[in-house]
């Protein structure tokens, strides 16, 4: 009873994790069409970035800050040079990307070494915290309550948060509106009186900082390491084509279905847990190719 | 039709080809080869690796059996092919006579099965330590003066036993080959002396996420024995003691060593305490390990290498050294196939910086291994004290030869002791 | 993904006996190939040429897919890796592991399987299009690279298989170096051929048809799934032998050979090359070879030896930012430039 409540918790707030780096990249893809499979490198480098902004200031939540705003402009900088010289062209933002993804990989390699880089967890974060749950009694009668990690927990609560602020914006607002018409017709749209190149690289950047912050809460409970940005980049593409490309509630769905499927795969099926997650994603191409919650691809 | 274009590439490419000069003998010039993994992740490894040789060279003066040691380096990344094609390359390209390499398990194996097709050439292990590579099926012309995964972990059981008291213990390990090894060598000496390992949990590697794995660990246990490695290391430590884990750890040797130490966080204060094995201990006293650093230290300056020697350092240096004594002993003597020279290696005894290092009748060293403990050291680092040195230990672990192979290859159930 | 306009669109039936006839350059190359051993060393015939040769044809089979049929597929390298893995797990080994069937049962059936593999990815792949596509067989890379790395009852796990050679048959020892070059080169020359053949009929100029507007294919009657998955069948047979190939010349297979990674360096090979022609995997591949054997010797000078693949990525990045044609993309250009010089 305990492990199944543990393994279900630990399935929700790993999806938490892999909701909060999807998420830009579907903002990214989705709404923009642009192919960017250098996202996983974002996300190395938010880590590589916020362990150092924390190694400085000892302050975690400015950590997140700064590796938001810096991978925010390094994706800027990433729509201006590259993705606006090639809007439509799939193939090639895809080989481009994956170009700078290597260069990325080897810099980053070159700057921060091999090495593992832990973030350290913030004291008000760490720790397990006793949640209200019953899961046994000791000898004597006493109710055992469930422990679980606060950091997690706290992992959970930031991408509900991300998640409630993401989905309005995109289907309730303006400019949700104003880029879903600015992908599909950006000359009407800019005839109206609109930036819409302004408005695709606020998007990005948002995109790329998302990645960015995934990356510092990442290497807070796991590690920052070479590698991880391809293992990311994977994760995110096995989310949202399970979730449905442009859709925020897909995306959750997604995360929350492939992180349950890893942590329920790593207790009992431990050997092959990550070929699980890959599983759905065939099964869902098979019946379902655009995805859970996907619209018209 | 489309021809015109294709062939001016290949041209040029054979020009170069044809340009590249074949390897000249000049007089008393003993081209060696040194293959480590100077790319990717474990550069910094492969770089420590060339320094043990460089010390050796020095320490000899880059001469012995009468010639003149031309030392050509070549990197893999730690994927057999790529080592197998490195040390192709200094062979057939650079006309290497002696290879020492490689650094990790896999390109070992591979490369065992490569020496059998060159003959003439003698190859000497750099640190991999897969059992395999010389317990089975064994090169004739393939030496290694350096212990194997399971000689890694040899003593420590029989000090968690004896010592700690720790009769019932839980096990988590990387899913692959050698942590399987460590396994191999600790479970035998533990489960002989009495203990119990009540379960086993593999974790397939690069598992970022251990939540779970550490929920399902058993907590009615004396302790948890743990093989990680790198950064799977560090993210178990860290979720172990945010999930509220206390129980005491034994490492394997790959759990404790300098990149895990020396990481950045609070992940490593977890390991204080922890009882290991390994092949060397950095802070051990003997005059021979001490002489052996202070050469280290004294040849690079300290922003080009570590504080003191890695494992990695240590056997290259190790297999470096055997390579040079031997040359002396046959007074550089490699006709016929090197047959004197590699009669020579066999017969071998190596005073190296952990003792002494003698080969088995598969060409595997026989040598000392460390129990060492965790400890906090000066400055705020930590370090692996030295608790005891054991005596020489064989591949077979003391056993009989024919008994121990009954075990069979490395396995995750391998032994079975519950 | 739509290619500009092929300059070579109808063949018509001249066309295409020139596509295969042997006009003096193409016999100039064939015959400097073919005599190649006689004046390289061992090394650079078969660690630069051989290699080239056998990562030339699993490139090939991308460039095939690509080019022709307008779906990239990064899981050519998993088709290669299946036929590469069934040779050495059914058939002979050092190790003792697998079934030791002998080559005449082992190969034809790695190769069938490997094409039914192929199929199999084909029809879960051609429900999606364009950089779908790319993502999705990029995770059936990883998944299976994942699944042999794990599973030791049919792949051995982490270790992989070693000790995969050649059998011997027609009484040659195809494993002495020379004939395992002419060896390799043989099944080189009879892809590109294929390839080419295969571009030129109705069934490649349907493709082609495909690629650019699969509507309007569609519209005229043909059967636009049934021709992918055909596509796919017919690279997956080419990928298969080049992965055959592949574990023969490195003479073992791991989980390492067929990772995410190394479907990567296929695609830059095949990009960097040229992805509109079949030689261009080729030439990507030479280039690629090349560069990994010999960037630690020339690259030291000006970068670190290490980052090496920094050079190889920003080699990939200039050429899909200036010349999304590759090096044949390069080459063009310059010929049609000496045209235009020349009729001026």
Redesign the interface.
């Known amino acids: 009873m305990?492990?199944f409540l543990?393994?279900l918790l630990?399935g929700i707030?790993?999806g938490a994790l892999y909701f909060v780096v999807a998420s830009g990249f579907t903002l990214i893809?989705g709404l923009m069409r642009n192919?960017n499979l250098a996202h996983g490198s974002l996300y190395l480098l938010g880590g590589y970035l916020g362990?150092g902004a924390i190694?400085l200031t000892d302050s975690w939540v400015v950590g997140l800050v700064f590796a938001f705003l810096v991978v925010a402009l390094v994706g800027m900088a990433l729509q201006v040079l590259i993705f606006r010289r090639m809007q439509g062209?799939?193939?090639?933002?895809?080989?481009?990307t994956?170009?700078?993804s290597?260069?990325l990989?080897?810099?980053m390699?070159?700057i921060w070494?091999?090495?593992?880089?832990?973030?350290?967890?913030p004291e008000w974060l760490?720790?397990?915290v006793t949640l209200p749950i019953m899961v046994g009694a000791t000898a004597s009668g006493e109710p055992v309550y469930l422990?679980?990690?606060?950091?997690?927990l706290f992992i959970l609560a930031f991408a509900i948060v991300v998640g409630l602020l993401l989905w309005p914006m995109l289907n309730r607002t303006r400019i949700g509106t104003m880029i879903r018409a600015g992908v599909d017709d950006g000359d009407m749209l800019s005839a109206t009186g609109v930036n819409i190149q302004l408005v695709f690289v606020l998007v990005f950047a948002l995109g790329a900082g998302l990645a960015g912050v995934g990356g510092v809460i990442?290497g807070t409970?796991?590690?920052i390491?070479?590698?991880?940005d391809?293992?990311t980049l994977?994760a995110s593409?096995?989310v949202v084509?399970v979730g449905g490309?442009g859709s925020i509630v897909g995306t959750a769905l997604g995360a929350v279905l492939i992180g349950l499927a890893?942590?329920?795969g790593?207790?009992y099926l431990?050997?092959?847990?990550?070929?699980l997650t890959?599983?759905i994603?065939?099964v869902v191409?098979?019946f379902r190719?655009q995805g859970i919650m996907g619209g018209r691809? | 039709m489309h021809f015109t274009r294709s062939y001016v590439l290949p041209a040029i490419a054979v020009a170069a080809a044809m340009l590249a000069p074949p390897a000249l003998a000049q007089e008393k010039t003993l081209k060696v080869g040194g293959l480590a993994t100077l790319e990717g992740v474990f550069a910094k490894n492969g770089e420590d690796s060339m320094r043990g040789i460089d010390v050796a060279l020095k320490e000899y003066k880059n001469t012995a059996g009468g010639y003149k040691i031309e030392l050509i380096k070549a990197s893999s990344d730690a994927k057999p092919e790529t080592a197998i094609r490195a040390a192709r390359k200094l062979i057939e390209q650079d006309g290497v006579k002696i290879l020492i390499g490689p650094l990790s398990g896999s390109e070992g194996l591979a490369m065992k099965d490569f020496a059998k097709t060159k003959p003439e050439i003698t190859f000497i292990n750099g640190t991999s330590a897969a059992q395999d590579t010389t317990l089975r099926d064994p090169a004739p012309n393939f030496f290694r003066f350096w212990t194997d995964g399971a000689q890694w972990s040899w003593g420590l059981g029989e000090y968690v036993v004896k010592v700690k008291g720790w009769k019932k213990i839980a096990a988590i390990a990387e899913d692959y080959s050698f942590p399987y090894t460590l396994m191999l060598g600790f479970a035998l000496d533990y489960c002989g002396h009495g203990g119990k390992i009540v379960s086993r949990s593999w974790v397939p590697l690069g598992t970022k996420d251990y939540a779970s794995y550490i929920a399902a660990l058993p907590t009615d246990v004396d302790a948890i024995y743990v093989a990680l490695g790198g950064g799977d290391a560090i993210a178990f430590l860290n979720q172990y003691q945010q999930a509220g884990g206390k129980a005491k750890l034994i490492a394997g040797a790959i759990t404790v060593d300098q990149s895990i130490l020396t990481s950045k966080g609070k992940a490593r204060e977890a390991l204080l305490g922890t009882p290991a094995a390994q092949p060397i201990a950095d802070n051990d006293d003997s005059p021979a390990w001490k002489t052996f650093a202070k050469a280290y230290q004294d040849a690079f300056p300290p922003d080009q290498r570590f504080p003191t020697p890695s494992l990695f350092a240590t056997g290259y240096y190790i297999a470096t050294k055997a390579m040079l004594e031997g040359l002396n002993a046959v007074k550089g003597d490699l006709s016929n196939n090197h047959a004197a020279y590699r009669q020579a290696l066999s017969k071998l005894k190596l005073q190296g910086p952990t003792g002494e290092i003698t080969l088995d009748e598969n060409r595997q060293a026989i040598a000392p291994n460390y129990i060492t403990e965790v400890v906090e050291g000066p400055g705020g680092s930590m370090i692996n004290r030295v608790i005891k040195k054991t005596p020489p230990i064989s591949q077979t672990l003391g056993m009989d030869r024919a008994k121990f192979l009954a075990f069979g290859p490395v396995g995750r159930d391998n032994p079975k002791c519950n | 993904m739509s290619v500009a306009a092929h300059q070579d669109g109808a063949a018509r039936p001249a066309e295409r006996a020139r596509a295969l006839s042997i006009d003096l350059p193409s016999l100039a190359v064939l015959a400097l190939l073919i005599l190649l051993p006689a004046f390289t060393n061992r090394f650079v015939l078969t660690e630069v040429f051989g290699l080239t040769f056998a990562f030339g044809i699993i490139a090939l089979s991308l460039q095939f897919l690509a080019g022709y049929g307008g779906m990239v597929n990064l899981a050519q390298i998993t088709v290669a890796g299946i036929a590469g893995y069934m040779v050495a797990v059914l058939g002979p080994n050092t190790m003792g592991f697998g079934l030791a069937w002998p080559w005449w049962a082992a190969i034809p059936i790695a190769l069938l399987l490997a094409v039914a593999a192929s199929a199999l990815i084909g029809l879960l792949a051609i429900r999606t299009d364009g950089i779908y596509t790319i993502m999705i067989t990029l995770a059936i890379c990883a998944a299976f690279s994942y699944f042999t790395f794990q599973n030791y009852e049919i792949f051995n796990g982490y270790n992989g298989v070693n000790g995969v050679t050649p059998p011997r048959f027609f009484g040659v020892d195809w494993t002495e170096p020379t004939a395992f070059y002419y060896l390799l080169l043989a099944f080189a020359a009879l892809s590109y051929i294929a390839a080419l053949y295969v571009s030129r009929s109705t069934f490649g100029l349907a493709l082609q048809g495909i690629r650019d507007s699969a509507r309007r294919m569609e519209a005229i009657g043909f059967n636009v799934p049934a021709h992918r998955v055909a596509a796919y069948v017919f690279t997956g047979a080419i990928a298969a032998v080049g992965g055959i190939l592949l574990t023969w010349h490195n003479g073992r297979i791991s989980p390492g050979t067929i990772g995410v990674g190394a479907a990567i360096d296929i695609l830059i090979m095949a990009v960097i090359g040229g992805i509109r022609h079949p030689i261009g995997p080729f030439i990507g591949a030479l280039i690629f070879v090349c560069l990994s054997t010999f960037a630690m010797d020339i690259v030291e000078v000006v970068i670190p030896r290490e980052r090496f693949k920094l050079v190889v990525g920003l080699g990939f990045l200039l050429v899909v930012l200036f010349s999304p044609d590759g090096v044949m993309g390069i080459v063009d250009k310059i010929r049609q430039s000496v045209r235009r010089n020349s009729s001026a």
């Open positions: 305990r492990l543990l393994t630990n707030t790993l893809f192919v362990y190694a062209q799939d193939l090639r933002q895809t080989l481009v994956i170009a700078l290597i260069v990989a080897d810099l390699l070159w070494g091999g090495g593992y880089y832990q973030v350290q967890t760490y720790g397990a422990q679980y990690p606060m950091l997690r990442g409970f796991q590690a390491a070479p590698g991880e391809v293992k994977l593409l096995v084509i490309m890893e942590q329920i790593s207790v431990p050997t092959y847990a990550v070929i890959f599983l994603m065939v191409l098979a190719p691809q």
